[in-house]
């Protein structure tokens, strides 16, 4: 009996779960530290998932889409002749990875497996410069105009055209419309390799460049757009044809025997 009261005394003199409630951190630091002599458990924190980059930037550059090219054996290739060889890496078109060709006058060229009359329209690049940065290109649409003043607009009529054959070595089209029946302008000739041009005033001569006027360093040197309209001559105010109608010649050095008008 003396035991058992002795026994519970002592229980009774330590309640269970008693608490010591710390008076300031240092002591409150002091009693974690007894429970948990190895530090207490950090978890890390989450790291957000890394979005890459979405591509949608629009490529600020013009593209020349040659329908075959010399270096790919009749194949097409692509011209970029603004830029310095190797500030490109990388480009694709419509999924199909294009490789590296011969720089020509020092601007980069890649080639692809088929000739350009193959692949859909509109044709869609993916191209990555040596920055890393990644853009998007779609034929058709207009980004940053290859030179000052490029028109833009919305087309809602298209017509296409076969060349009647060559003059001058270079592909050449009778059209049975004077310029200004496509509208007073912008209207844009598509070649069937891909390459485009922009006439800004359809009762004008243009040739080479968007101001109509000519220039040799132009990307699109040698494309001649006449309306029909006024006397018949070589000068740049002879507007007239012999047929009465739009004469068109496509640019140097391209295969195009198809155009479309876009108005």
């Known amino acids: 009996m003396f035991r058992l009261i002795l026994v ?3 229980l009774w003199a330590v309640p269970a ?12 630091n002091a009693l974690c530290t007894q429970y948990f002599p190895g530090g207490v458990p ?7 998932p890394v979005t890459p980059p979405s591509g949608n930037k629009t490529f600020p550059h013009p593209i020349t889409f040659e329908r075959a090219t010399d270096q790919g054996n009749g194949s097409a290739g692509i011209l970029f002749r603004t830029l310095q060889a190797g500030s490109i890496t990388y480009v694709s078109v419509n999924g199909e990875v294009a490789r590296q060709g011969t720089p020509y006058k020092g601007a980069p060229v890649f080639l692809l497996t088929k000739s350009g009359d193959q692949y859909a329209r509109p044709l869609s690049f993916v191209i990555k410069m040596a920055d890393g940065v990644t853009y998007t290109a779609k034929s ?11 028109p833009t607009g919305t087309y809602t009529h298209k017509a296409e055209y ?3 054959g060559q003059r001058n070595g270079r592909w050449a089209w ?6 200004p029946e496509f509208g007073p302008g912008p209207i844009k000739l598509v070649f069937s390799s891909g390459k485009e041009f922009v006439v800004s005033n359809t009762s004008k001569n243009c040739r080479d460049q968007p101001s109509c006027g000519r220039n040799s360093k132009a990307p699109m040197y040698g494309t001649v757009f006449k309306p029909g309209i006024g006397p018949n001559g070589d000068g740049d105010n002879d ?23 876009y108005w």
């Open 8 to 10: 519970l005394a002592l």
């Open 17 to 28: 779960g008693a608490v010591t409630i710390p008076q300031s951190l240092n002591e409150c």
């Open 42 to 48: 950090v978890t890390p924190p989450v790291t957000p």
């Open 140 to 150: 058709g649409t207009t980004s940053t105009p290859a030179e000052p003043g490029t």
């Open 162 to 164: 076969d060349s009647y």
């Open 174 to 179: 009778r059209i049975d419309k004077k310029g």
């Open 239 to 261: 507007t007239g044809t012999s047929h009465g109608g739009v004469y068109l010649q496509g640019p140097w050095k391209d295969g195009s025997q198809k155009v479309t008008i």
